[in-house]
């Protein structure tokens, strides 16, 4: 069964850097960003989301590795 992109279906259109809470759902224990074809997320959701942790991680919001 093929997972559903959560922000086509809330029809959200820009993913702020800002927003640490969704941003560390789509990042891995040692805050790699996670394939799209495992959270189900779309390819153009998916390229806004990956600028979005790398501008985190560029602000420091997000730690680079553990």
Known sequence: MKKKC?????KNT????????VLVQFTSYYTK???KYYTGTCLNH????????KRARF???IPVTR
């Open 14 to 21: 820009y993913i702020d850097y800002k927003n640490l809470p």
């Open 33 to 35: 960003i996670v394939p």
């Open 59 to 61: 602000m420091g919001l």
């Open 6 to 10: 959560q922000f086509c279906q809330k």
């Open 46 to 53: 998916q390229k806004k989301l990956s600028r979005a942790i």
